[in-house]
């Protein structure tokens, strides 16, 4: 699949062929629940794989197929499954690893969903989920791999801190166990950072940040790198036979046989989209494309921009810290220099200097960002995680996690840097008259 043109052509132009479209020069969205098989042969290959095309919507669509074949390319990935979230492509993937029972190791700064996910949600499903004493150290991770372990589970760029890891690290000690790495690449995207050449096994995104970058759609993504040598024992569901996946002899395949390679993103496809639904739609696949297209310019900007307004943050008596690699005394320079050539993203939190009830002024008294929940969007938006996006966790696994009362996030969009930090400079006062 991989082709050597650039990622911004890759992102205009990756897996569409408007041949195969009525030379539509945007692919189309197919707004229909259910597709034309023509004739009972045409219906056998459509099944069992051996000719692409849509059946029925709930198992995916070809706009959709369009997303999945670019993201896969601009990750360097074998295959990819376009799914209704990100949590839906963080929980499936999970799921499909833990089939049976098991547990994962995860580092402890996560979204707030995906936190609660695996700390309550995974283990009710007999997936347990085991945090290392240090997340920075790649050797916290190797103490908790037991026969057990079906994943190492990570974030590129951790929302809310801006944490980075040393994911070759961590990577080449989960392999030497046999343990595939899966990275939530939500924040960096595979413009700043691609996984897969540090080590990765399976990315998933949420492709309603940044991918999409308009926050107008809700969209998943995972992605399967297609070199990883599933030990059986370990995962003895890649290498089922099932009638389900049979070739056009009849011949019963496994996830292993069905897409060589990507015997994840097979099973995601075959099983989870069929029996728990969540494939992408044919209009939010189509707004996720139409988004990528312009991903490399939005950061470009954005990455400027981000230090302009962390260099302010910094002058500032009002704030006590500031979380970004390139932040003064930030432990994650070296990492950023050596992983994030290009920046290590548009997202930062800092510390309010205030009480809440400053706090509350200070948000309310912003004009250029957005108060609400979403990131990657081409607003600015701000947010107070404890109480927002990471309300659902209790206090100690907050303090974890690594994330103070007093925290506010920030997600730099494509206004003028000037009007930002104008615009936070007239709030604090304001906060603080
Ligand atoms: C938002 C987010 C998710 C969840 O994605 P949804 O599309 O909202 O389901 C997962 N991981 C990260 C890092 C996120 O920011």
């Known amino acids: 699949m991989a082709n050597n043109y650039g990622f911004s052509t890759n992102a205009i132009r990756a897996g569409y062929n408007s041949a195969e479209h009525f030379h539509s020069v945007t692919p189309p969205i197919y707004q229909t629940a259910s597709f ?11 099944w069992t794989g051996a000719e692409a095309g849509g059946i029925y919507s709930r198992v995916g669509t070809p706009t959709g197929g369009i997303l999945e074949a670019r993201i896969a390319e601009l990750d360097g990935g074998k295959a990819a499954v376009a799914l209704s979230s990100g949590m839906a492509a963080i929980t499936y993937t999970l799921f499909l690893l833990g089939q049976g029972g098991g547990n994962i190791v995860a580092g402890s700064s996560l979204y707030g969903a995906a936190l609660l996910d695996v700390l309550e ?22 103490k908790l791999i037991d026969e057990n372990t079906k994943a190492i589970y990570l974030e590129s760029i951790s929302n809310p801190n801006i944490e980075l890891y040393d994911i070759d690290a961590i990577a080449a000690i989960a392999h030497k166990y046999g343990v595939p790495v899966v990275v939530d690449n939500t924040v960096a995207t595979p413009y700043l950072y691609k996984p897969f050449e540090h080590g990765a096994d399976i990315t998933v995104y949420s492709a309603t940040k940044e991918l999409n970058g308009h926050g ?7 992605v399967e790198k297609g070199d990883f040598p599933y030990p059986k024992e370990r995962f003895p569901q890649l290498y089922e036979k099932s009638w389900k996946m049979r070739d056009l002899q009849n011949n019963p395949r496994s996830g292993a046989e069905f897409i060589p390679g990507a015997p994840v993103i097979a099973l995601l496809k075959i099983f989870f989209t069929e029996f728990f ?17 312009t991903l490399s310019v939005r950061l470009d900007k954005k990455l400027q921009t981000v230090r302009k307004v962390v260099e ?13 690699p390139y932040a003064k005394g930030s432990k994650y320079k070296d990492l950023a220099d050596r992983d994030f050539k290009k920046g290590p993203g548009a997202l930062l939190s800092f510390g309010f200097k205030g009480t809440r009830e400053q706090e509350g002024k200070f948000i309310k008294a912003l004009n250029n960002f957005s108060y609400h929940v979403n990131i990657g969007d081409v607003r600015s938006l701000i947010t107070n995680p404890p109480e927002n996006t990471h309300t659902e966790l209790e206090l100690k696994v907050l303090e974890k996690a690594g994330i103070p009362q007093n925290l506010l996030r920030v997600s730099i969009g494509l206004e003028d840097a000037e009007d930002l930090i104008a615009d936070l400079d007239q709030a604090f006062k304001k906060a603080f008259a």
């Not at 995974?122 to 991770?141: C, H, M, Q, V, W």
């Not at 107008?216 to 995972?222: C, Q, S």
């Not at 639904?277 to 297209?293: I, K």
């Open 277 to 293: 639904g969540g494939a992408l739609g044919s209009f939010e696949s189509y707004l996720v494309l139409q988004g990528l297209q």
């Open 216 to 222: 107008n759609v809700i969209a998943g993504l995972v």
């Open 312 to 324: 302010f943050l910094e002058s500032r008596p009002e704030v006590e810290f500031v979380n970004y």
């Open 36 to 46: 034309d098989l023509e004739d009972i042969d045409r219906t056998r290959r459509l």
């Open 121 to 142: 949600f995974l283990p009710k499903y007999g997936i347990e989920t085991r945090f290392p004493e240090d997340r920075n150290d790649p050797a916290s991770y190797e």
